[in-house]
C-alpha cells in the first residue's frame, strides 16, 4: 500500500491555458474522488468513479473541467481555459466501497496557480 | 440537502490539556458515517476517527474520541492531552449512505496547541 499519489504537486499556468493532472489511487480501492479546497475553506466535491464509470459530477464542475478514469486505474482532471478562480489545491481520494464507514485516503494534491 | 457546520473558526489550547472541536450535521437519511480528519500545514488530509449512525458507542482512537449526539446531530471531536503535533486544521464531514460515497466536509477549525 503505497498511498494514493498525485501528480504534478504543483503547476503554474497561464490564464486561458489547458492543465492536466493525474491521480493514481490505492491499488485495491475501486472509487476515486476529485476533491477543490482553496484557501482556509474545506474540500469541496468535484466528482467521483466506481471503477471506471463516472457516478456523480458536481455542479461546480463546469464544462471546462473533465476526468476520466480509464480501465478503472489512475484517473486524470483536466481544466481547459484556465481562469484565475480556479486556483486552488486539487485533492484526489479514493475508498473501497463497501460499508458506509470506509473512510477517504487521500493524495497531497496538486496545487494549481493561475496568473 | 447534506450540510456540515463547523462553527469555531479558531481555537487554542494549552499543550497537555484537552479541547472540543465542534460538528453539527444535516441529512434526513438515516443511514450516515461521521468522520473527522486532520490536515496539517503541509497539506495532506489525515483520517482520525469515524462514527456511524448506528453505533450505539461514541468512537474512540488513542486520544481522539467523538462525542455523538444524535438526536442534536452533533459529532464533537476531543483530543485529550494535546500536543504540540496537534495544531492543524480539523474538519468534520459526512456521508450519508444513499447519496453515493462523497464526503461533505465542514468549514473546518484552525487548532493551535500552546506550550
Known amino acids: 500500500d503505497t498511498g494514493v499519489s498525485q501528480d504534478p504537486r504543483h503547476k503554474i499556468t497561464k490564464r486561458g491555458q489547458n492543465v492536466t493532472f493525474r491521480c493514481d489511487p490505492i491499488?485495491?480501492?475501486?472509487?476515486l474522488y476529485w476533491y477543490r479546497q482553496t484557501l482556509g475553506q474545506g474540500p469541496e466535491f468535484l466528482t467521483y468513479?466506481?471503477?471506471?464509470?463516472?457516478?456523480?459530477k458536481s455542479r461546480l464542475l463546469s464544462d471546462r473541467f473533465s476526468a476520466e478514469r480509464p480501465k478503472g486505474s489512475f484517473s486524470t482532471l483536466e481544466i481547459q481555459r484556465t481562469e484565475q478562480g480556479d486556483s486552488a489545491m486539487y485533492l484526489c481520494?479514493?475508498?473501497?466501497?463497501?460499508?458506509?464507514?470506509?473512510?477517504?485516503?487521500f493524495g497531497n494534491g496538486t496545487r494549481l496557480t493561475v496568473t | 440537502a447534506q450540510k456540515i457546520t463547523q462553527t469555531q473558526p479558531g481555537m487554542f489550547v494549552q499543550e497537555k490539556e484537552a479541547v472540543t472541536l465542534d460538528c453539527t450535521y444535516d441529512?434526513?437519511?438515516?443511514?450516515?458515517?461521521l468522520f473527522w480528519y486532520k490536515q496539517p500545514s503541509s497539506g495532506e488530509m489525515i483520517f482520525l476517527i469515524y462514527?456511524?449512525?448506528?453505533?450505539?458507542q461514541n468512537a474512540t482512537e488513542g486520544r481522539y474520541s467523538l462525542n455523538f449526539q444524535k438526536a442534536r446531530k452533533s459529532a464533537n471531536l476531543v483530543i485529550s492531552a494535546s500536543q504540540l503535533g496537534d495544531s492543524a486544521m480539523y474538519f468534520c464531514?459526512?456521508?450519508?449512505?444513499?447519496?453515493?460515497?462523497?464526503?461533505?466536509f465542514g468549514q473546518g477549525t484552525e487548532l493551535s496547541v500552546k506550550p
Open positions: 481520494a479514493s475508498s473501497f466501497w463497501g460499508q458506509v464507514n470506509s473512510p477517504l485516503h
Open positions: 491499488s485495491e480501492h475501486n472509487r
Open positions: 468513479f466506481q471503477n471506471e464509470a463516472q457516478l456523480e
Open positions: 441529512t434526513s437519511d438515516p443511514s450516515y458515517g
Open positions: 462514527q456511524g449512525s448506528y453505533d450505539q
Open positions: 464531514a459526512m456521508r450519508a449512505y444513499n447519496q453515493g460515497g462523497k464526503l461533505i
